[in-house]
């Protein structure tokens, strides 16, 4: 398997603009979580899902975040409108319950 | 609510020391916890998972230790090395499918 994709690996984006980040876990792997990175919050949990169902979006921090997964090999955390602070690496993860896995990660620049 | 905490939160030792990084979690419903590294922009490589039924997991110099009851696992390294200088995280995946991080420890291993 060739692990967790996460797409793009990069992405700059200007202000109010609409940003998708994509994500393919690990084919059978039944959870799916999403992260963000900075250097004053550290890793935070925005959202997972169990067998495609979100769990859990508490942490998704405004109304402008959201994520999907129609199916168990997709998923996309969406972002409208964009803005600054919310340039950060967003990391995906999946697992089965016996270690998880993460996608190299997509660092998002808002200018 | 799963809470995890890590101590210390850095670390720097001169070469050949052992390293003793500790991890605690609230709840002890947990599948398995894991011990993750992570380098200066870079993502997160898993270094051992230990099942909640196992009480270590060791990988060459590092042996890592959980003790479920107390809500407490230990990484060991042994002979430490320049390049063992990272962020060490550790994650609890809990029974309500959760992937819970501690905020880390960072190592810098002086030659």
């Known amino acids: 398997d060739a692990g967790v994709i996460q797409s793009p690996r990069h992405e700059v984006t200007e202000m109010g603009q609409e940003v998708t980040l994509r994500c393919k876990p690990i084919s059978g792997h039944n959870s799916l979580f999403w992260y963000r990175q900075t250097m004053m919050r550290g890793l935070e949990l925005l959202i997972y899902f169990n067998n495609n169902v979100p769990i859990d979006d508490s942490g998704m921090p405004e109304d402008r975040f959201s994520a999907k997964m129609p199916n168990a090999s997709f998923s996309t955390l969406k972002i409208q409108p964009s803005e600054p602070r919310d340039s950060a690496v967003y990391f995906c993860a999946s697992t089965l319950g016996r270690g998880a896995f993460f996608g190299q990660g997509t660092r998002l620049t808002v200018v | 609510k799963q809470e995890v905490t890590q101590i210390p939160a850095a670390l720097s030792v001169p070469e050949g020391e052992n390293l003793v990084l500790n991890c605690s979690f609230t709840d002890s419903a947990i599948y398995n916890l894991q011990w993750f590294r992570q380098d200066p922009g870079k993502g997160l490589t898993s270094l051992l998972l230990?099942?909640?039924?196992?009480r270590e997991q060791t990988s060459g110099r590092l042996n890592a230790s959980l003790d479920k009851s107390s809500g407490r696992s230990t990484l060991y390294i042994a002979a430490s090395q320049p390049g063992d200088s990272a962020t060490y995280l550790c994650a609890a995946f809990s029974n309500d499918y959760k992937l819970s991080f501690g905020a880390g420890t960072t190592v810098t291993v002086r030659a």
């Open positions: 230990i099942q909640s039924s196992q």
